[in-house]
């Protein structure tokens, strides 16, 4: 048995093997493909990376995408010396999924990325599935003050935990020679993420159990020898909510006061229905995670194409999530070549207070100005004064329902309405957006996502790429994130109940 995921046959061309009922979701499991030999270090300096104009159908123009293959979760998050890292889940050579590597591309502001060859290929002790990565400044692995170490899972029969350094700011990486460091012979415990705990004076790793429903946390001084410190888990209904994955622990501020949040991806069992991010708020004392309420589940994005996503490690002050813009419903089918999948646009993550609560907040994060034009008056039912890829400002009033249209000259479009009583956005993702026949899970008549606020109006920020909408309310008490595939972009905007729209152009970053 190697890793189990859910998904359906269809999704990924991989062999089916069995079927395990629950509910009605079916346990699939698939084969991860023996690829590359190990070659100890990764030298990949040298390895060519495919040219693309990254105009073809479909195409992202402000969000990361590979220019070739396949691409699953962010991996290896880490801001260094003036540069964001960004390695990802990655098929070097197909366009499906298999053969995991970590994919790499690097950046100065989130925005514009530069893609580098491919950093860790699969070695004998399996496939490289997802992780993270830290700077060790004080050295206390012994690899040298500031190194890079980044850990992942070596999938194969069993998931354990391995890690590899950098010494050249991720160009070429050594993989540790006592991999793995957390050995195990469990098929379901992955997706390593470390950070340093003050208090503690140690490192912390959280890893999801998957099928096991929970996130242990284990501590090491040296990043080498770890040791299990405690487990989470939550009572949710285990036959209707989905294997826990890729989770992250974050200390943030919470009206002056420290609070601790708990990020983890479910699939199935999310918002919009297959892959979701949860979350839950509480502390961490150096050994425990605790809940401040289990009530189940708080989501992180009520749309169906933001999942796996973790924060940035050594960013200071600032808490940065990217997630993978894909749902594992029908990520495998969907209908773009010479690559699969793109990244969100980057978050900005703050905890606010909706209902007396503390809330998970997501904008874009502001360096998205980079590459914005000036804002202007929107035209209703006139091409915007826009190129590739857009933003609009909106103000909605509450006392009535209000809806706004994203079309373009083919006639498709993306339909929003404001339920005002319910205090709720509704998306339709249906036929009438553009190509949805790849997949039968892909077309959602209805994507509801409140908008946890109070007040007499909202302001709604919506970023348009040729292929997604990222809805906002302003502050981020509500994100609502959807791929779609339109023929060409949603260039036109109706709306009533709506006053006060702006565009202003992204400019693409390719
Ligand atoms: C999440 C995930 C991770 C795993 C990786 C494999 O999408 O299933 O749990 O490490 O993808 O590609």
């Known amino acids: 048995m190697k890793f189990l995921n859910i998904m359906t046959a269809a999704m990924l061309s991989l062999p089916l093997l069995t079927l395990t009922a629950c509910g009605d979701d079916s346990k699939v499991e698939y084969i991860t493909a023996p690829e590359t030999p190990s070659e100890g270090e990764d030298d990949n300096s040298q390895e060519p990376v495919a040219s693309s104009d990254y105009d073809e159908l479909y195409r992202p123009q402000i ?16 801001y260094n010396d003036g540069i964001y890292h960004l390695f990802f889940q990655h098929n070097p050579s197909g366009n499906d999924w298999g053969n995991m590597s970590w994919g790499h591309a690097t950046s100065s502001d989130m925005i514009h990325w530069e893609e580098q060859p491919v950093a860790l290929k699969r070695d004998e002790l399996g496939d490289i599935f997802s992780g993270c990565a830290v700077i060790d400044k004080d050295n206390t692995a012994g690899f040298g003050a500031g190194a890079l170490v980044v850990f992942y899972t070596s999938a194969d029969q069993y998931q354990q935990q391995s890690m590899a350094y950098s010494l ?39 890893l999801a159990k998957g099928w096991n429903y929970g996130i242990d946390f284990w501590g090491s001084s040296d990043l080498k020898s770890w040791k299990k410190l405690s487990e989470f888990t939550s009572p949710i209904d285990r036959c209707n909510k989905g294997q826990w994955e890729c989770p992250d622990l974050l200390r943030m501020n919470f009206e002056g006061k420290e609070k601790w949040v708990l990020i983890v991806s479910v699939n199935p069992g999310g918002p919009a229905g297959g892959s979701g991010t949860m979350y839950f708020v509480g502390d961490f004392d150096g050994t425990n995670f605790t809940a401040d309420s289990l009530d189940y589940p708080l989501w992180l994005d009520y749309g169906p194409d933001n999942y796996a996503g973790v924060t940035w490690s050594n960013t200071g002050d600032r808490t940065l999530l990217i997630g993978w813009m894909n749902n594992w419903n029908y990520a495998g089918a969907t209908p773009t070549s010479p690559w699969r999948s793109a990244m969100t646009l980057p978050r900005e993550l703050k905890l606010i207070s909706y209902d007396g609560k503390p809330l998970l907040a997501n904008t874009v994060a502001k360096e998205i100005d980079g590459i914005a034009g000036e804002w202007k008056d929107v035209s209703l039912g006139n091409v915007m004064p826009v190129e ?33 009583a319910a205090g709720k956005l509704i998306m339709k993702r249906n036929a009438s957006t553009g190509n949805t026949s790849f997949n039968g899970n892909f077309s959602l008549p209805s994507i509801q996502a409140p908008l946890n606020m109070e007040g007499a109006q909202v302001v709604l920020d919506i970023f348009v790429d040729g292929a997604s909408v990222e809805v906002f309310t302003e502050n981020g008490s509500m994100a609502l994130t959807a791929i779609v595939f339109p023929g060409s972009l949603y260039n036109m905007v109706s709306a009533d109940g709506i006053s006060d729209i702006k565009v202003r152009n992204l400019n693409r970053i390719w």
């Open 388 to 420: 590739k890829a857009y933003q609009l400002r909106m103000t909605v009033d509450l006392s009535k329902n209000g809806s706004f249209t994203l079309y373009n000259e083919a006639g498709e479009k993306a339909e929003f309405t404001v339920n005002a």
């Open 63 to 78: 969000h990361f995408t590979p220019k070739r293959n396949w691409m699953n979760d962010p991996n290896g998050m880490v």
């Open 168 to 206: 050249d700011n991720g160009v070429t990486f050594t993989r540790y020679a006592g991999n793995p460091v957390i050995p195990s012979t469990l098929a379901d415990f992955r997706d390593p993420k470390v950070f340093y705990h003050q208090e503690s004076k140690q490192w912390v790793m959280a």
